[in-house]
């Protein structure tokens, strides 16, 4: 899948970005970009797909001949922003929070966009906040079922340990993020959708759907729940599914 686009703008440089977009971090910044308002001309979008060694990084790499030794250090993962130079030359952000931030501020001052980290150093101090605990949710969630799926079996050691100490720093995250995100919503921090919803959508959506872990997810967590049931309905919501055979092997968790 492959979106055509120019720059919204002459102020803002040609990008484009590549997804794999059934992952779990690109919908990320494609769940960001709907909420955002960012124009669907503004961003060329490339799907890289999945090769046998995993996330195809040759896609981006074919596009990018003269920039491949940087790449091929940098981007060994999804997704990644490649913007055009006005020397014609080109960079890259290889990180999806990193991204995110760049294209806050990229569009920031368009009045067609919403602001999507808070109207005042407190509330973006609270969205840092919010952000921060999401992240770290994933990361150790992500990694706990690298431990306990049989998705991985083969492909990397899976220690029962290690699963159960991932799941442990897993949950202990989730319980934080309920006790941080707004008493009253609908948002994490409340009445105004920001980037944390997007981070944090794309995380849990994942986790529910390609590996059916929504009793991990949301033990303990009603304002959670409510929140992702809340968000599932929004346009922005509807990401692209892993396939079949790749939910029947995830859904095998061994450690819960
Ligand atoms: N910390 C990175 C993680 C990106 C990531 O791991 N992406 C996955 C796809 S969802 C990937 O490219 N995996 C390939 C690999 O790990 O080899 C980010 O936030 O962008």
């Known amino acids: 899948m492959e979106k055509t686009m120019s720059s919204t703008s002459s102020s803002q440089p040609q990008m484009t970005l590549y997804v794999l977009a059934a992952g779990l971090f690109p919908p990320r910044v494609l769940i960001y970009l709907k909420e955002k308002g960012v124009p669907a001309t503004a961003i060329r979008i490339v799907e890289v797909g999945m090769s046998s060694k995993g996330v195809n990084i040759e896609r981006i790499l074919s596009n990018n001949p003269t920039n491949s030794d940087m790449l091929l250090n940098r981007a060994k993962t999804v997704p990644v922003l490649e913007i055009q130079n006005s020397d014609w030359s080109k960079s890259f952000i290889t990180e999806s929070i990193a991204i995110l931030q760049y294209l806050e501020e990229i569009f920031h001052g368009d009045s067609e966009m919403k602001n999507m980290t808070g109207d005042n150093p407190y509330e973006r101090a609270r969205h840092a906040e919010i952000l921060s605990t999401a992240v770290e949710m994933t990361d150790f969630v992500a990694l706990y079922l690298h431990k306990a799926s049989a998705v991985f079996v083969g492909l ?69 729940e409510q929140w992702y049931h809340m968000f599932e309905k929004r346009e922005s919501a509807s990401v692209e599914q892993m396939p079949e055979w790749f939910k029947q092997k995830a859904r095998e968790v061994s450690v819960k």
């Open 156 to 224: 990397e050691e899976q220690p029962v340990d290690a699963a159960r100490i991932l799941l442990e720093r897993g949950r202990k995250r989730l319980v934080d993020l309920e006790h941080k995100i707004d008493e009253h919503g609908p948002f994490m921090c409340g009445p105004h959708v920001r980037l944390v919803d997007c981070v944090a959508y794309a995380s849990f959506q994942f986790f529910v759907n390609a590996y059916g872990i929504a009793d991990v997810m949301f033990k303990d967590c009603a304002k959670l």
